[in-house]
């Protein structure tokens, strides 16, 4: 796979190797993880007759990549003052890579930019969380469009009017998961920030928490969560997925805390 030039699909054919006898009941994840596989081969040999978005995001899924430039002078560009929800960065023996989600203030439309460095750099791309760049994005072609590139800023970072972004529902934020996983199998997690939520632990790992529902909760600090949040609700951002709901920034009174 990687000879012909599919480095994405090589990459989750190389991590079923991991699967078989890695915990209780490995052999549905297993196969889960084949049919999906077989999904991506097939959507892509038959592209042609699927919807472009759609054809977009398999390519992709493949490993066939889209230069920033090239998406930013063909992809329509969209302006806005977008706050900057947090990011995370991870690494690999190939290289580093930096996740950074901003939201459009007035669009309220998500996007995530892409930053990459050599093993031990770090990404150029930094932008701190909490405040708002008047900037114009174009969208990665997909189904459904989060990637963006960078282009033009039109002023600095600054303080944004709000103390923070607002939020939605554990249950809403579920259900916007399963949406964005309607329109791409393939999808590990999609951003979302959660209002009036509080952490709490339990006998089976720490859940997030809010009238609505629970979902499993997973952040390097979950005790910092709960300092921050001192028994009561706060907003919260981070990613939906599989697993439960990866923890990335909160909002208190005294402004973000990177998590």
């Known amino acids: 796979?990687?000879?012909?030039?599919?480095?994405?699909?090589?990459?989750?054919?190389?991590?079923l190797g991991a699967l078989p006898a890695s915990g209780a009941q490995w052999p549905a994840r297993l196969l889960e993880e084949y049919a999906l596989l077989h999904l991506l081969a097939a959507g892509y040999q038959h592209q042609d007759a699927l919807p472009a978005p759609l054809a977009a995001t398999i390519r992709s899924r493949v490993g066939f990549t889209v230069d920033n430039a090239d998406v930013l002078r063909t992809g329509p560009l969209?302006?806005?003052?977008?706050?900057?929800?947090?990011?995370?960065?991870?690494?690999?023996?190939?290289?580093?890579?930096?996740?950074?989600?901003l939201r459009g203030t007035r669009s309220g439309r998500d996007a995530l930019l892409l930053s990459f460095g050599r093993p031990g750099t770090t990404p150029e791309l930094s932008l701190p969380t909490g405040?708002?760049?008047?900037?114009?994005?174009?969208?990665?072609?997909?189904?459904?469009?989060?990637r963006a590139a960078l282009g033009a800023r039109h002023a600095g970072?600054?303080?944004?009017?709000?103390?923070?972004?607002?939020?939605?529902?554990?249950?809403?934020?579920?259900?916007s998961y399963a949406a964005a996983l309607g329109a791409d199998?393939?999808?590990d997690a999609w951003?979302?920030?959660?209002?009036?939520?509080?952490?709490?632990?339990?006998?089976?790992?720490w859940q997030l928490v809010d009238a609505t529902?629970?979902?499993?909760?997973?952040?390097?600090?979950?005790?910092?969560?709960?300092?921050?949040?001192?028994?009561?609700p706060l907003t919260v951002f981070?990613?939906?997925?599989?697993r439960g709901f990866h923890a990335v920034t909160c909002w208190t009174e005294h402004g973000p805390l990177i998590l």
């Open 238 to 242: 981070g990613e939906c997925g599989h």
């Open 1 to 15: 796979m990687v000879d012909a030039q599919a480095p994405g699909f090589a990459s989750r054919a190389r991590d």
């Open 157 to 175: 970072p600054s303080a944004p009017v709000t103390p923070g972004p607002e939020g939605t529902s554990i249950d809403a934020a579920l259900g």
């Open 131 to 146: 405040l708002v760049l008047d900037a114009e994005l174009a969208f990665h072609p997909a189904a459904p469009a989060l």
């Open 191 to 205: 951003p979302a920030v959660i209002a009036e939520a509080t952490p709490v632990p339990t006998d089976h790992g």
């Open 213 to 232: 529902g629970a979902v499993p909760l997973f952040t390097p600090s979950p005790w910092r969560l709960l300092a921050a949040s001192t028994g009561r």
């Open 78 to 101: 969209v302006r806005d003052h977008w706050l900057v929800l947090g990011s995370r960065d991870s690494s690999d023996d190939r290289l580093t890579t930096r996740r950074l989600w």
């Open 185 to 187: 199998p393939w999808l």
